[in-house]
């Protein structure tokens, strides 16, 4: 058994990406509906749309970190919002790793020289009608973010000790219209990570650290 010291290492986490039997070139598809099964909010009649998001777990040596962003409260949708660096696959990507890369690239500046991509979780189906696939990566310190204000109003770090303990992913609910929609909250240090981006971390925790 690892001990605990280098439980939640980069070294760890890539070892543990690696075990194509956790998630990588997985069949199975997450999402909203897990916790909403049959929930309006769900149906998508003109299909969904795609996005990549880029996990990045940053190597501080015995104690790696995920770096999220908060969604400029400029923007139309999820005003506000933590988030994964990320958005619409655009054609000329090619796949969804080069779209995320891209996508951290032009929101906080973070440059692909310094990520070491690992592979892909399963699709997450969001219930805002994007089916998105999340790219795992690690970072190698020594980065310096630009932040695109007209996107991102900030970016910081979350240890991944604290993100991989169920203890810390609490259940919440808001109604949509007149139905109760379920989704995973997890505040941190006065930041609120819930919704698509929790998901997808619970969803990451229960595949590689559950």
């Given at each position: ?115 070491e991509v690992l592979g892909q979780m399963p699709d997450y189906v969001a219930g805002s009608g994007y089916r998105i696939k999340p790219v795992l990566s690690i970072v190698r310190p020594g ?68």
């Amino acid at each position: 058994m690892r001990g605990a010291s280098t439980l939640y290492t980069a070294e760890d986490f890539r070892r543990r990406a690696g075990r194509e039997e956790n998630f990588l070139i997985h069949p199975d598809e997450d999402g909203d509906h897990r916790f909403n099964p049959g929930h309006p909010r769900l149906n998508h009649p003109n299909g969904l749309r795609e996005a990549a998001v880029l996990i990045p777990i940053i190597d501080h040596g015995d104690m790696a970190t995920m770096l999220l962003t908060k969604r400029a409260e400029t923007l139309r949708n999820h005003t506000g919002q933590v988030a994964f660096p990320g958005g619409r696959v655009d054609p000329e990507d090619g796949t969804a790793e080069r779209a995320a890369l891209r996508e951290a690239e032009e929101e906080i500046g973070l440059p692909a020289t310094h990520v070491e991509v690992l592979g892909q979780m399963p699709d997450y189906v969001a219930g805002s009608g994007y089916r998105i696939k999340p790219v795992l990566s690690i970072v190698r310190p020594g980065f310096e973010l630009v932040l695109n204000p007209d996107e991102v109003d900030a970016a910081f770090e979350v240890p991944l000790a604290f993100l991989m303990d169920p203890v810390n992913h609490a259940r919440g609910s808001r109604f949509w219209g007149d139905r109760e929609w379920f989704f995973y909250d997890m505040p941190y240090d006065g930041r609120r990570i819930w919704g698509v981006t929790a998901g997808i971390i619970r969803t990451l925790y229960e595949r590689l650290y559950a």
